[in-house]
C-alpha cells in the first residue's frame, strides 16, 4: 500500500509540475504572438497617417502621427537602453500637443561612457512639427525597484523604465498620454534613433524558442514516471522468471 501511495504520490507531482512548464510555454507563445501582430500592424501604419491629435484619442496601439507639440524643460532618461551593442539611455520629454494633449516624445539615444556619468544635455524647448510613431513605452521587463529617481541636474529623472503614473506625479501632468511618441528619425531634432518597436526584448523567434524548451521540459517530466513503471515491471517480470 506504501508503496502505491508512493507512486500516486510522484504521478501527482509530475502532472503537476508538467501542467507548469506547458503553461509557461503556452504563454512564450502568446507572447510570440502578440510580437508578430506588432511587427505587421508597424509595417502598415505609414499607410493611414492621422493627426496627433486624433491619434491621442483612439486606442490603437500603433499610429503614425504628425502635427505640433510644445516641449517641455523636463527630461527622462531611460537606463539600461542598448544601441548597436553599446549601453545608454533613451530621452524623454513631456509635450502638450496643439489642442491641450499631455504625452512624452522619445528625443532618441545617447551613450553612457564607461564610468556611466550622466549626460548633461540641454532640453530641447518650445514649439516643433513632427511625425513619428504613437506607440505604447518600452516594454519594463522585470518591474524592481521606483521606475524613477531624481538626479543632480535639475528636473532631470533617470527612469529605469516608463511609468505613466510616476512620470506624471514627477512632471506634475496628472494627465499624461500612457504613449509616446517616437520620433521619425529622418527629423533633424534630438539623437540617434530608430522606429525598432521592440527595442531591448526578445523577438519573435526567440520566444518560439522557449515554448519549445517549456514543452519539450514538459515532455520529459511525463516521460520520467512512464519509463521508471516501465522498468519496474520488467524487473518484476525477469524475477519471477528467475524463480525455479
Known amino acids: 500500500m506504501t508503496r502505491h501511495h508512493t507512486q500516486l504520490a510522484g504521478w501527482a507531482l509530475a502532472l503537476a509540475v508538467a501542467a507548469a512548464f506547458a503553461l509557461l510555454g503556452r504563454w512564450q507563445l502568446q507572447r510570440m504572438h502578440q510580437k508578430e501582430a506588432l511587427l505587421a500592424q508597424a509595417s502598415q501604419v505609414r499607410a493611414h497617417p492621422r493627426t496627433l491629435d486624433e491619434a491621442l484619442g483612439r486606442a490603437q496601439t500603433l499610429q503614425w502621427v504628425s502635427g505640433e507639440v510644445e516641449l517641455q524643460p523636463q527630461q527622462i532618461l531611460l537606463d539600461n537602453q542598448l544601441r548597436e551593442g553599446r549601453a545608454g539611455v533613451r530621452v524623454y520629454q513631456p509635450a502638450r500637443s496643439a489642442k491641450g494633449h499631455w504625452l512624452l516624445v522619445e528625443l532618441g539615444w545617447w551613450p553612457l561612457p564607461p564610468d556611466r556619468q550622466l549626460p548633461a544635455l540641454a532640453p530641447i524647448t518650445g514649439r516643433q512639427s513632427v ?68 527595442p531591448n526584448t526578445l523577438p519573435p523567434a526567440r520566444h518560439l524558442a522557449y515554448a519549445v524548451q517549456w514543452f519539450g521540459l514538459a515532455a520529459a517530466v511525463l516521460a520520467t514516471p512512464v519509463v521508471l513503471a516501465w522498468r519496474r515491471r520488467r524487473v518484476r517480470r525477469q524475477a519471477r522468471t528467475a524463480l525455479p
Do not use: H, K, N
Open 131 to 198: 511625425r513619428g510613431l504613437l506607440a505604447p513605452p518600452p516594454s519594463a521587463g522585470l518591474r524592481l525597484g521606483p521606475p524613477m529617481s531624481a538626479t543632480a541636474q535639475p528636473a532631470t529623472w533617470l527612469a529605469t523604465r516608463i511609468e505613466p503614473g510616476a512620470i506624471a506625479t514627477a512632471t506634475g501632468r496628472r494627465d499624461i498620454s500612457s504613449q509616446v511618441l517616437r520620433l521619425d528619425p529622418a527629423l533633424p531634432l534630438g539623437y540617434a534613433r530608430d522606429l525598432d518597436v521592440l
